[in-house]
């Protein structure tokens, strides 16, 4: 994918602050501290353009960044365990969960996992909630290198067997070497063009 422009243009809480709906947009979703910005950055072949911390729970509302003035990628808040206030905590799922439902120019969402990690509770309720809207899903899992190729394969049939998916459906991504980048790509594409939203 050839990167011409990549900006960020605005953050919202709420759908009267959201971009004019004219674009296809396409939402990240993850634990906190899971490799998000870094994926972002790294499918745009930029350093900074979203912000990476080493303190889970920086972001906290929805970033919205335009993509060679074609569609928006939208960054959304980490879930998990990050340490922030609890009232923020709280509006977070709101704020998530009205985009998601409302958005007429959401293709779809990329969910990312920790490869060394087996996904919880929050992973299944939310794919749960994307298939309840026919919103559709693109698994992205990251860091895979912390985790030898064998420690690869072992971790995806895991997580593929925990979400009941297949081997397959699972991306293997490293924000450090680049794998994966343009596999990513083709599926966040074949999202775009989809007729269906």
């Known amino acids: ?16 602050q959201y971009p004019p709906a004219t674009l296809p947009e396409i939402a990240f979703a993850g634990r906190s501290n899971v490799g998000k910005s870094s994926l972002i950055n790294t499918l745009v072949n930029r350093k900074r353009l979203v912000k990476t911390s080493a303190t889970p729970g920086r972001t906290q509302q929805l970033n919205f960044f ?13 879930y998990g365990y990050a340490k922030v206030p609890r009232f923020l905590k709280k509006q977070w799922k709101p704020m998530v969960e009205t985009y998601l439902s409302t958005r007429k120019t959401l293709k779809g969402v990329i969910l990312i996992i920790d490869v060394r990690r087996i996904p919880g509770i929050d992973e299944h309720l939310l794919m749960n909630w994307l298939r309840h809207y ?19 394969m072992k971790q995806r049939r895991n997580i593929a067997q925990e979400l009941a998916v297949t081997e397959k459906e699972l991306y293997l991504f490293s924000a450090k070497s680049g794998w994966g ?6 599926g966040i594409l074949k999202m775009i063009d989809e007729e269906h939203s």
């Open 1 to 16: 994918m050839m990167i011409r422009s990549a900006e960020f243009v605005k953050s919202a809480v709420r759908p009267s």
């Open 66 to 78: 335009r993509i060679n003035e074609a569609f928006y990628f939208v960054d959304f808040p980490g």
């Open 134 to 152: 026919h919103v559709q899903l693109l698994l992205v899992l990251t860091k895979i290198d912390k985790l030898s190729r064998t420690e690869q």
């Open 181 to 186: 980048k343009d596999a990513v790509w083709d």
